[in-house]
């Protein structure tokens, strides 16, 4: 078999998990337009996944920091190389489907993070992994993230309720409304920008794992395009199953509200992506939402959300690396070739198809939030 | 095992989180600034005071030019890296 097949099976993997990514996220990105009405669903959907097509070509940052400032590169090199990558990827899909199937929380982010430093421990050893790069790029701005989304858009609603204060509310919810047009713009493009990196990332380590680029290597367009792409047509697909399955995360909030919590998230998320901090978008974008709501009453916070993300960080990491550990230990025991991809992706699809049909015929999975 | 303290790169957290906060805080307060002089331009012309009316469109018309050159610096940033 072709050695290249390895590499091939990496990338169709790994945009397969962008996409996935996307279809997910959808829900976070136009959820708070959809409730407020700053825009109807089919318009809002089809502003996001432009937006997260858009998004992807405005920075490298986060993915230079998944490339090359997580995994060394350099250490994970050779004719394993290719399984290491694969194994993380195939961690980081497993993790996803065990959390959907049984309502846990989860991020895909730090899936994917984890699966790729638990198949490179298990290669390679502590060796592999920059500490460093994991720790002051990942774990520490992963936690302040949420924080601060949620302080930051307490603020700014208190502010906007003190500056419209006294005004007649029809036109200031008809002007909150535009500024959401804008605000809910903003979150898809910071999506587009910190999310669809992350796949570049990944495709990108493959690449000079497989020596095709040289260790330092930025994306090539082909990869960013195909990584914007994949987002974008996850991110329009995932809005077509919310309009079918209307109330899905719509959450009661005012237009200020809307704007604030929208504007919190994206300004997070997009500084964050110009330092290379590769975050749970989902994470901060709840965190923003439930900022918003602390203004009114301490009691409308959905605390529940709060530990849904407490529990998917505490969760996600090590059970995603256990599981990338776990299937690069089956392509070592398949003889360490072509031979172990091969047959963990056609089983794979198996599994998955399967799963989705037994999920269709007892209904939808319970949302985790 | 080196400290977290050691490793972290605070001059970046810190940059992110204060560019965060100033973006988002400087944004509302532009954003809502336009709102309320919209919304005081239709009510002061209601009311026949002109020269009021007049002076929130301006409040209301500078705030939105700042929201659209907020929106674009910022993307000019991110691009420019």
Redesign the interface.
């Given at each position: 078999m072709d050695p290249h097949l390895i590499l091939v099976i990496v990338i169709v993997t790994a945009l397969a998990f962008d996409f996935t990514n996307g279809f997910h996220d959808t829900a976070d990105i136009v959820a708070t337009s959809i409730s407020t009405g700053a825009a109807s669903p089919k318009a809002a959907i089809l502003f996001a996944a432009v937006l997260n097509f858009v998004g992807a070509f405005i920075s490298i940052e986060v993915a230079a920091t998944i490339a090359s400032g997580i995994v060394s590169a350099e250490a994970i090199s050779g004719p394993d190389a290719l399984n290491i990558v694969f194994a993380g990827l195939m961690g980081a899909i497993a993790w996803n489907l065990i959390t959907w199937y049984y309502g846990l929380p989860s991020s895909s982010s730090y899936a994917l993070i984890g699966g790729i430093v638990g198949s490179a421990l298990a290669a390679v050893g502590t060796g592999a992994i920059e500490v460093e790069g994991l720790v002051g790029k990942v774990l520490v701005p992963g936690i302040i993230a949420p924080i601060l989304a949620f302080l930051v858009a307490g603020a700014a609603i208190s502010i906007c309720y003190r500056i419209v204060n006294n005004l007649r509310p029809g036109p200031v919810n008809r002007g909150y409304r535009v500024a959401q047009i804008a605000s809910g713009g903003m979150l898809a493009l910071a999506h587009g920008i910190n999310d669809a990196q992350k796949t570049m990332g990944v495709i990108t380590l493959a690449l000079i794992a497989d020596g095709v680029l040289d260790a330092g290597s930025d994306p090539p367009f082909w990869v960013i395009f195909s990584a914007a792409t994949a987002i974008a047509l996850g991110t329009y697909s995932g809005g077509w199953k919310i309009i079918k399955t209307t109330g899905t995360r719509i959450i009661k909030m005012d237009t200020a509200q809307g704007f604030s919590a929208q504007g919190a998230g994206a300004a997070v998320i997009m500084t964050s992506s110009y330092f290379g901090f590769p975050l749970s978008t989902t994470h901060v974008i709840n965190g923003g939402v439930m900022g918003s709501r602390i203004a009114k009453r301490f009691s409308a916070v959905r605390w529940g959300v709060a530990g849904n993300i407490v529990t998917a960080w505490v969760l996600t990491l090590p059970a995603a690396a256990t599981i990338g550990a776990v299937v690069y230990g089956v392509t070592v025991l398949m003889g360490g070739g072509v031979a172990g991809p091969v047959v963990i992706s056609a089983v794979s699809v198996v599994v998955i198809a399967a799963v989705f049909v037994q999920r269709a015929r007892r209904g939808a999975p319970v949302e985790a939030g | 095992m080196?400290l977290?303290a050691e490793?972290?790169?605070w001059a970046?957290?810190g940059?992110?989180?204060v560019?965060?906060?100033v973006?988002?805080?400087t944004?509302?307060?532009v954003?809502?600034?336009?709102?309320?002089g919209?919304?005081?331009y239709?009510?002061y012309g209601q009311e026949g005071r002109i020269t009021a009316a007049y002076a929130a469109l301006a409040i209301g018309g500078l705030s939105v030019l700042a929201?659209v050159v907020l929106?674009v610096l910022?993307?000019y940033?991110?691009?420019a890296?």
């Open positions: - | 080196p977290i490793i972290v790169n970046d957290v940059g992110s989180v560019a965060g906060a973006a988002a805080i944004l509302t307060i954003v809502s600034l336009g709102i309320r919209m919304a005081k239709v009510d929201t929106i910022g993307i940033l991110m691009v890296g």
